[in-house]
Structure formats: C-alpha cells, structure tokens
RNA sequence: GCAUUGAUGGUCUAGCGGCUAUGACUGUGGCCUUCCAAGCCACCUACCCGGGUUCAAAUCCCGGUCGAUGCACCA
C-alpha cells in the first residue's frame, strides 16, 4: 500500500474525499469533498484570498460558469481546445490525426482541416501504428462541455474550461473600480470544467476541478514590481528551460538572482513565482518537495514570454504541476477586443509631458472643400500624411500648385492653401492595451498534495513489549512489532489548514466532566474558534481519531479542573500536553493557533 | 478509447455453484475506566449494476460502471 492508497483509504474513511455519484456506481473524474475536506479546502482557498485579495489588494470577482459562444470563440477554445482524433477500424486505438501526418512528414499538420487529414491519411497509406489496420475518418474532440442557454434551439453555450475568461470580460469594468490605473489585479475561484479524455491519477486530473486565478494587469514597459525586495532574496529551487533541455538539474537561486541573470523574464513573474512559493509553503507544502518548472518553448502558448509552473513531489505520481505563473501578454485582450469590436485598453499617463518635433502639414480644409468638393477629404488625408521631402515632389512651382493624382485624376492644389513646418507636439501620455501576468492555481491538486505532505505514521511501542529491543533477530523483532506495535497516523496540517482548530475532551464520561467541559467547549465557540467536541470511548482512542483528521490542539477536562479551574492542552505531534488555566483558554489556545506554537 | 486486472458492511478480508454469507477493525448503546486505539456485554451495516446459464449464482458466461496498470490522450 502506497502512500496514496493510504491517503485515499484515510480521505474516505475521515470524510475528506469520496467518489462522486457512488450511489450510482460512481463517474470518472468527479469528487466530492466530505465535511473535513471541504473545512481543509476553504481554508487554503482561505489562505489564498488572504494573499491575493488582502495582502495584494487585488479585486475579486465571481462570473458565471456557463459561457456564451463568443467568448470562448475569442479565447480559442472553441477552435483550438480540441484535437483531430483517428481512430483504427481494426484495435480502436486513438491517435491525434496531426501527431500522425508529422510522424509521416508533413510539416504545421496541426493547421489542416479534418478533410485535408483524411485526404492525406488516404493518400500517404498511412495505417494504424499499432495493429496496421485501416483509419478510420478524423474527428475533432473538444474538450469543453457544450450545453444550450435558453428552452428550444437555445444559443450556444460552454461549461468554463478556465476561470481566467472572467476577469478578462470584465478588464473594462474593473479598470474603471481602480480608477484607469495601472498596475491592479482581479481574481477568482471557482470551478472549471474539461471533459478529459480519460481522467486518471484520482484528484489530480478531474472534469469538473476548481481553480484560483488572478490576471495582473500591467504596463508593458513597466514589468518591474514595486514591492520586489519583500521576495528578492527569497531561495527557490528553479528548473530553468536549459538545464531540461541539456539533462541538467534544478538550480538553487534567489529570486534576485533569478531575475538579474534573466532565467525568469522579469520582476513581475519573479515576484509571484516567489509569492507563490510563499503561499505554498505556508499552507503546508513541504519545501524540499516544491520545485519552479519552466515551460519549453514548444510547451509555451505561441503568444506568451515565459511561464513557470509550480510542481510539487508526490510519491507515486512524481512532479505534480500545481501552480502555473505565465506572461500571457496582450493576448487576451487583444482577441476580447476584436471579438467584441471594443477597445479595451488604458491611457497610460506619463510622468513628464514629452514634447515631439514633428513635421506637420495643415491643408486650408475650409478653402479646399468649396474647390474639390467631394475629393477634398482624400486630397487633405494624402496631405497630411506626407513628409517634407514628399510635399516638395509634388509641388510644381509653375503654377505654385501641388499636383496630386488620385485614381488617375489630376488635382491641382494651390500652394497657398497649404502651410507645413516644424511643430511641437505635448504628448502627455499614451493608450496601451495591458499585458496580463496569469497565476493560475490549481486548488484540488494542492488540497491533495497538503495532505499527503502532512501525512505522518509513527509507530509506538506497546508498553507491554519495552523488553524486546533485547531480541538481537531483525527479522523477529520486526515480526513482534507488527503484532504488538501500534501504528499512530497523524495528518501534521497546519493550524490554519486543520478542519478543527482544538477538541475538547472529557477524560471520562462522568456528568459532573461532562458538565464543565460543555462550558469549556461554549467558551471556545463563542471566542470564534472552530472546535470539536467528542465525549465518547476512551481518551486514547479520542486523541488517536482527533490525529487522523489533524486537529493540532486537545483540551482535556480532568478532575483537577473541577478543583482548580485548569485544563490540560495536549499538542498533536509530540503528544505532550501543558496546563493552563481555564479562565483564559481561548486567548491562549487563539495565540497558540496562530504561532503554530509546538509542545515539546 | 483499447489491452490486462480487480470489485463482498465505513475499512480490510474469508467464501469461488448448495443451509441464516466469515472474521477483524471501525461505529453505536451499556458496564467499567483519572491521559494516549485497554477490558466485558449487546447491536447496526455488505455480495458494483443489468442480462444470461442453472433446480440453485457472491461464485460460471456476456455487457456496463468504477478503480489500478500499460498504450494513447491530457497538463
């Protein structure tokens, strides 16, 4: 049994994570979150609001999961969200039809249309690849659930494959709430939907999964980030494009470094690749585990400048892409914009008002438009276009007229209706379409990869066999543990990830304990703690089922309470326990939450 | 989607044509119990779904669903 069996026995069993539709034999690709995976989930998503809304100040948003055509039309979606599938006659093998024709030698096989593939897959002989068995017709295979808005015909719709769209749909919205400024944030989380292929590797690859996304907006020629030095010298393991490409490992470097020797493209990318580490890190995510990938070009979206993904070590499935931070540039606005014959774009201020000579040619629009009539709008455009050494080749100083043939017409301008020279133009700022840096966070992957990283078995020695450390035999010895040794499991979560903050626990279940701990428990309620409360059994058993679940604190109710108004706190991980007054247990078990405080 | 393989209480598991389906752990109630899965008593909970073969199917056959693995796909 594999840690992931174990993880997965133990989420089911302590209602982390159950299959969805189990009822109905279940359905590949979709979980459910029981009670204490859902507490575990809202606390980092918690955790990274925390980061991105409070510390970052960024909006967030909340958009509807079902989109209309349009939008996914302009995000390339609907086009490019889906791949030519072949499938053989013979084995019902799939194949990506383009994979195919380049295997065969074609050349950009992707941009050919389902017909030319099959045209060429006639043409070129080109069989099954693992059987020889004829293909049969290419299909195209989207990966987004369609649905219909509306009764009837409906209009089109599609299920969300990224929550990203969101924020962009609204950059007009948003850039007005910060007031046209430049740099802000927006973000979301959510759930996205990809009707994968055949989803695996249990909640690591999902068709209906949630997502954390902010879309930065910035200024394309301001990527430095104001607050850089609060991450600048933060250590990171990076795996930068070159060391994959020549078999090289990853570097240990900060962030700084990173940035400076140009490995990571700028500041802006360097600070949330450092703040999500930060993040990582701090909702559990053991950091000999996490390591910053960066994309291969080929692996690059064509429009974007550098991309890193977070990956984090699992045992069974390796490096798992958890996080990825990418400059998407002006990409998506860009084709929002075309899409919706909007501009979306912001007027950029500059510091200084910059002053431009430019040589300018004003047409007496007033007199030309009497004597030219209709031309006379074509005749000032191609005026006013033109550069000093143009206006004096079409000037004909005979008749102090520029001559300007237009469709093969003649026109003669007067010269005197044209004055041109030397201007000074103010520039006092200019418009831009944004570029986007994209963290894009991937919350069921992380929620998994929390727990396994937090997941700990210690084995404790039954008191009865203390003596069999004189048994010299390995094997016998081992043999003896198994028996008689007891494994302890405890999910080591952090005090903000734990579905429960503290238990409180009667020692036994006499009325007169069961009385005061009542009070106990209604104290630490009212202070706003999370607390769980559990009379039942035997203490041991208890505190063994409040590990498994990962409760960091347990307050226990004893006989010296009832005397002398103290408890006892016992820490989850050593299992060491200190007294403290019950008059002001919430304060303390609060300050102790929130230092992580341990026990020793 | 293909191939291999599996599916029995919440969990692990025995049974592999034939009486009321085995056991352990968990859970619940009770007795006991002054700090780490103690003991005793009682109890709850299961043959993945649909067809077929047979007097009789958890067991054999076919199809489906779900899981694991490989290929393919995906990030």
């Not at 020629?221 to 600048?232: A, G, I, L, R, V």
Request: hydrophobic residues 35%.
């Amino acid at each position: 049994m594999d840690i992931y069996d174990k993880i997965i026995d133990l989420a089911k069993r302590r209602g982390f994570l159950w299959n969805s539709f189990e009822l109905y034999g279940g359905a590949a690709g979709f979980f459910d979150y029981g009670p204490n995976g859902c507490s575990v989930k809202r606390n980092i998503e918690n955790t990274w609001r925390d980061y991105y809304i409070r510390k970052e100040g960024y909006f967030e948003i909340e958009a509807p999961t079902v989109g209309i055509e349009d939008v996914y039309i302009a995000s390339g979606h609907v086009g490019g969200f889906s791949d030519p599938l072949c499938e053989c006659v013979e084995c019902h093998s799939d194949f990506r039809a383009d994979h195919l024709l380049e295997a065969a030698g074609f050349e950009n096989a992707g941009a050919f249309s389902l017909k030319e593939i099959d045209e060429k897959i006639e043409k070129n002989n080109i069989v099954c690849s693992e059987c020889g068995g004829k293909l049969g017709t290419a299909y195209d295979f989207n990966l987004m659930f369609k649905t219909k808005i509306g009764p009837g015909g409906g209009r089109q719709g599609y299920m969300r494959p990224e929550t990203a769209q969101g924020m962009f749909i609204d950059f007009d919205r948003l850039l007005i709430h910060n007031r046209d400024k430049l740099p802000f944030g927006a973000c979301q989380i959510g759930k996205s939907y990809r009707n994968e292929i055949s989803p695996r590797q249990g909640v690591l690859r999902l068709r209906e999964f949630t997502q954390a996304e902010c879309e930065i907006f910035v200024d394309p020629e301001e990527k430095t980030h104001p607050e850089f030095s609060k991450y600048e010298n933060v250590t990171l393991l990076l795996y930068p494009r070159d060391e994959q490409e020549n078999e090289g490992n990853p570097i240990e470097m900060t962030v700084k470094e990173a940035v400076d020797s140009g490995i990571i493209a700028h500041e802006f990318l360097g600070y949330y690749v450092a703040l999500t580490y930060d993040f990582l890190t701090e909702i559990g995510i053991d950091k000999s585990k996490l390591r910053f990938r960066q994309h291969l070009r080929d692996e690059m979206a064509h429009y974007a400048v550098d991309c890193w993904d977070a990956e984090i070590l699992t045992e069974r499935f390796g490096w798992v892409e958890a996080v990825g931070i990418a400059d998407r540039t002006d990409y998506d606005l860009k084709a929002h914009s075309a899409q919706s014959k909007t501009e979306l774009s912001v007027y950029v201020e500059f510091p200084e008002p910059v002053f431009e000579k430019r040589f300018t040619v004003r047409p007496d629009m007033a007199k030309l438009g009497p004597l030219f009539k209709g031309k006379a709008k074509q005749i000032g455009d191609l005026l006013k276009y033109m550069s000093e050494s143009e206006l004096l080749e079409y000037e004909n100083k005979e008749t102090a007229t520029y001559d300007l043939k237009i469709e093969n017409e003649l026109y003669k301008v007067p010269s005197n209706l044209v004055s041109f020279g030397e201007e000074t133009i103010k520039l006092s700022g200019k418009t831009i379409v944004p570029h986007v840096i994209e963290p894009s966070y991937g919350i069921d992957r992380i929620t998994y990869c929390v727990l396994e990283h937090a997941f700990y078995e210690e084995t404790l020695e039954s008191s009865e066999t203390s003596e069999s450390s004189e048994i010299s035999d390995t094997s016998e010895k081992s043999e003896k543990e198994s028996e008689e040794d007891e494994t302890r499991t405890v999910l080591r979560l952090k005090n903000k990830i734990a579905p429960f903050s503290v238990a409180v626990l009667p020692l036994i279940g006499k009325p007169e304990l069961l009385k005061i701990s009542k009070q106990i428990f209604e104290s630490l309620v009212d202070s706003g703690l999370n607390v769980y409360y559990d009379d039942t059994g035997t203490i041991g058993k208890r505190y063994r089922r409040n590990d498994e679940i990962g409760i960091p604190y347990s307050v226990t109710i004893d006989f010296e309470t009832i005397d002398e108004n103290t408890v006892t706190i016992r820490d989850r991980d050593s299992m060491k326990q200190i007294r403290a007054g019950a008059q002001t247990l919430p304060e303390k078990i609060k300050e102790m939450i929130k230092t992580e405080y341990k026990i020793e």
